[in-house]
């Protein structure tokens, strides 16, 4: 038998994909997982007795066009810091820059980005601390034409159309930029991603025009636009949406997640079916700061780990349709993270200010991408 390239040995291995939680060897050949058992050897061993072993992470909104973009950070460093081995772009680019996102930061990465299309021309073009634009404010940014164009041209990576509603993204346009994203998205047969900040337009507004598969981001928001009412009930639209299959995503970011919002969904038994960062120039800085820390503010509301790794691996795979992607089935891609639980006591901040004083916070410990050890020397 020819020797594995790598093996992880004596590991806590978590894979919702497989249902595993136990300590395990994991061994990967040829940018594959090539084995899951015990006394597994390898060219390359590493002992991480004591740490999580998971499917690499997938954060599914993102905004990591660096150097094209004023909100953009670099992949490269937030996977190395954060454990993140796909980052999903959500809507940085749109028609008439998507070209140097691609030639410029996605094919040139050594972790895998995969994007949404800005249903804007420009993208998000104007997006800081000094500085912000919701750019799709102004209608005339906005030409399905091209967004159909530059989606079918690179259609083997654009992942969907992304568009951002809400007083704050789309001004005095209220929902007029989804219902054109919504056209390009069924001329090209792919789906949406929606944010949704400050009204108008109104919650029920937009989520009652999401189709199944398409994708809720900022789900967990604090009010105003919030999914839950002041006595703890999920609103009918909500509960309708995901009846219809609307995917449910966190996407942190600096405005959009509250820990009240949160506390009341999940005593509902509402869970999101995604965490995510939101992460950008802003919220890297706080309060979201990576993937990581969004999922420990999971794990110290109750959610348990298993679900939280659920959560962040094969449920955003299966929201992509990459199910090669968030699991360590033998024969998959070789990617996975190694992660350190601490204990203790953390503090953590919603985007309204709300503290919450934790017990437990994941760290990365290790990167593999493509078989091998990836990781800051």
Known sequence: MPMNDLVLK???LIDPSQAIDRVADIAFSDGKVSAIGDNLSGKDTRDVGGKLVTPGLIDLHTHVYWGGTSLGVEAELLARTGGVTTFIDAGSAGPGNFHGFRRHVIEPSPVRILPYLNVSFPGIFAFS???????SADMRLIDPREAVRVALEHKDLILGIKVRVGKSASG?????????ALDVAEETGLPVMAHLDNPPPARHEVVSQLRSGDILTHCFRPFPNAPVRADGRVRDEILAARQRGVIFDIGHGGGSFGFGTTRAMLAAGFLPDVISSDVHTISIEGPAFDLLTTMSKFLCLGVDLATVIKLATVNPAAAIKRPDLGTLKVGSVGEATVLDQANGQFDYTDCIGERLVGD????????????RWW???
Request: aromatic share 2%; glycine share 18%.
């Open 10 to 12: 004596g590991g806590r």
């Open 375 to 377: 990781h800051p020397a």
């Open 129 to 135: 601390k000094t500085v912000m634009v919701g750019e």
């Open 360 to 371: 437990k916070r994941l760290l990365s410990a290790g990167v593999v991408l493509a078989g």
């Open 172 to 180: 005095n346009s209220g929902a007029q930029p989804l219902y054109m």
